[in-house]
């Protein structure tokens, strides 16, 4: 069983939709929780960070953490073009650990 | 806003070859990283480095990679015979404490083995 779990993709919605992005793990241990942005070719760009379980919020961002489940989903609400891009969530064990990266969803916003 | 630097942005090498590759994290952080990125595949960890040693590594990190922090700005990833596998995009992360996991990444090094 592979430790971090993301459809890939491509996921293409309209502009102004809500998106659900999800990944699955399988390590109850994971304590740290992030999503990353990666346009192409370019480096990832931390969106939200999150430690242990629950939402967080950010402008039109919500990342949910639900660790019975092992379930992390970020929401993008008002999706813009702006917002084509991939998206990677991230898992981390400890504090300044490495991090585990999914295979990345590749979200295309329609005008 | 303090951003994490890497150069060059592309290295073409020949096979055998020596690269090293350059950072410079952001500037109050203390934890540094190296990633790559194979094309189409997910992004994996190699090093991390903690107080000039190497805190933890992958298996990828054999014995031809090295990193460095000759000075007080720099972080550097060597790879003293590099293979056609060592093609890929490599990042350099940083975070600013011990009791986070918020790793800011630079823009990356392409690097082509021929």
């Known amino acids: 069983q592979k430790e971090v779990e993301q459809d890939p993709g491509p996921l293409s919605v309209p502009e102004g939709a809500i998106v659900s992005l999800n990944c699955t793990y399988s390590?109850?241990?994971?304590?740290?929780f992030m999503w990353y942005r990666q346009y192409s070719r370019k480096g990832p760009e931390l969106l939200m960070y999150?430690?242990?379980?629950g939402n967080k919020e950010d402008g039109r961002f919500t990342a949910q953490v639900d660790k019975s489940s092992k379930y992390i989903s970020l929401f993008i609400r008002d999706s813009q073009p702006s917002d084509s891009a991939t998206y990677l969530c991230?898992?981390?064990?400890?504090?300044?650990?490495?991090?585990?990266f999914g295979s990345g969803t590749r979200l295309s916003i329609r005008p | 806003e303090p951003e994490v630097t890497q150069t060059p942005s592309h290295q073409v090498t020949q096979m055998g070859q020596e690269v090293i590759l350059r950072c410079v994290p952001i500037?109050?952080?203390?934890?540094f990283y190296w990633y790559r990125q194979i094309l189409g595949q997910k992004v994996e960890f190699l090093v991390s480095?903690?107080?000039?040693?190497?805190?933890?590594k992958s298996e990828i990190f054999d014995d031809q990679f090295s990193v460095e922090r000759p000075d007080g700005s720099n972080f550097t990833l060597k790879i003293r015979s590099t293979k056609l596998e060592d093609s890929a995009m490599y990042f350099c992360?940083?975070?600013?404490?011990?009791?986070?996991?918020?790793?800011?990444f630079g823009p990356g090094t392409r690097l082509t083995v021929l």
């Open positions: 992360a940083s975070t600013l404490l011990r009791d986070t996991n918020e790793q800011f």
């Open positions: 999150t430690y242990s379980s």
């Open positions: 390590n109850s241990a994971f304590q740290y």
């Open positions: 991230a898992l981390g064990y400890s504090s300044a650990s490495k991090i585990i």
């Open positions: 480095f903690y107080n000039n040693e190497i805190s933890e």
């Open positions: 500037s109050n952080h203390l934890y």
